[in-house]
Nanobody
Framework: QVQLVESGGGLVQAGGSLRLSCAAS????????MGWFRQAPGKERDFVAA????????YYRDSVKGRFTISRDNAKKMVYLQMNSLKPEDTAVYYC?????????????????WGQGTQVTVSS
């Protein structure tokens, strides 16, 4: 069982930065792939970024490449999403997710555990 708690959301002006954090519990954290998803009002939950377990390979949706960086600290059981050059279209609730080592990193169905979400609002 894994429990996830996000933090770090807030209101920021376009062009600004935020760093989201996700604190995880569980004994096998390092073996899980970790992902960030987001959901804007009236829209589906979309993939943002993912990072593999021990290897640490990363994956991003095209619209955030070069602006967002996902990282993890297995010793602290933490996952981070550094978001730079934020745009109004990045406004959404951001969710942290943990999944097993198989399946597509881009699909929400591959993740077994979810946090409660943290709101990110980017004003123009």
């Amino acid at each position: 069982q894994v429990q996830l708690v996000e933090s770090g959301g807030g209101l920021v002006q376009a062009g600004g930065s935020l760093r989201l954090s996700c604190a995880a519990s569980g004994r096998t954290f390092s073996s899980y792939a970790m992902g960030w998803f987001r959901q804007a009002p009236g829209k589906e939950r979309d993939f943002v970024a993912a990072i593999r377990g021990n290897i640490g390979s990363t994956y991003y949706r095209d619209s955030v490449k070069g602006r967002f960086t996902i990282s993890r600290d297995n010793a602290k059981k933490m996952v981070y999403l550094q978001m730079n050059s934020l745009k109004p279209e990045d406004t959404a609730v951001y969710y942290c997710a943990a999944g097993g080592p198989s399946g597509s990193y881009y699909s929400s169905a591959s993740y077994d555990y979810w946090g409660q979400g943290t709101q990110v609002t980017v004003s123009s």
